[in-house]
């Protein structure tokens, strides 16, 4: 079985960088929790641990995909119902309805990702991120929505576009709204992250990545290892200087 001690993931402009004390097995599935005998249905800490590390991977999955497909012209559109819409079976069947009316306003097929996310209340809202909408006035998309209330905002002067659409999803990884749902979905056939696990490579990239790029960096231990983590913008905006 092949291993790795360091591993990259590139997202767009975004470059992560891993480095392990411990050599990580490819394909490595841990087992040593599964005991024969034990019950199918898992206690109340063991369901909440296991649906915090789903919230994790969603977050970083979702900022990942969303760096990768980000575009000059992309943009933010926060997506409101006018009624109480609380049924997450409902809310996207009509966002499903909205996309389609919309695909068939610009001409093309719409390269998005959705997150749900829920008012105090408990109403239902959607926070997307359009990678190919052309130019549409704000009126005119609410039109095409039917639902209640639209806002667009232009996304360029954000950094990492990706870490901020993960604000936007539920701080709470046991939300029972969205048992069963997925926390985000998005379009088909958007590009997906590159990883490289061959250690020369790596390190090579690592050298290649100017300081000034770096924006993170943290040491941590997780279950089984201690993780040297970076992470690097290489088309970082300057900070600007009075």
């Not at 296991?50 to 970083?60: D, G, I, M």
């Not at 701080?171 to 997925?182: C, I, M, N, S």
């Not at 490289?196 to 943290?218: D, G, Y």
Request: hydrophobic letters at 30%; one cysteine or more.
């Amino acid at each position: 079985m092949r291993s790795y001690n360091k591993k990259a993931v590139i997202s767009g402009d975004i470059v992560e960088i891993y480095e392990y004390e411990k050599e990580v097995l490819q394909g490595y599935s841990d087992t040593r929790k599964t005991v024969k005998g034990r019950q199918a249905r898992a206690d109340d800490e063991d369901r909440k641990e296991n649906r915090k590390k789903t919230l994790h991977r969603a977050r970083r999955d979702l900022r990942r995909l969303v760096n990768c497909n980000i575009a000059e012209y992309s943009k933010f559109v926060t997506l409101t119902f006018r009624e109480d819409v609380k049924n997450v079976k409902m809310a996207n069947y009509d966002f499903k309805k909205f996309k389609q009316r919309l695909e068939t306003r610009i001409g093309h097929k719409l390269q998005y990702v959705c997150v749900i996310e829920f008012t105090k209340a408990g109403r239902i809202h959607y926070h997307c991120v359009m990678f190919n909408l052309p130019y549409i006035k704000n009126k005119e998309l609410a039109t095409i929505w039917r639902n209640g209330y639209v806002k667009i905002n232009k996304i360029d002067s954000v950094d990492n576009v990706g870490a901020y659409v993960c604000k936007y999803m539920t701080k709470d990884g046991d939300d029972e709204r969205l048992h069963g749902q997925k926390m985000y979905f998005s379009s088909r056939g958007l590009k997906k992250p590159v990883e490289i696990k061959k250690e020369e490579e790596v390190s090579n990239l690592a050298v290649a990545l100017p300081p000034s790029a770096l924006t993170f960096e943290k040491v941590f231990q997780s279950e089984y290892n201690c993780v040297h983590y970076r992470q690097y913008n290489i088309n970082r905006r300057p900070k600007e200087t009075n």
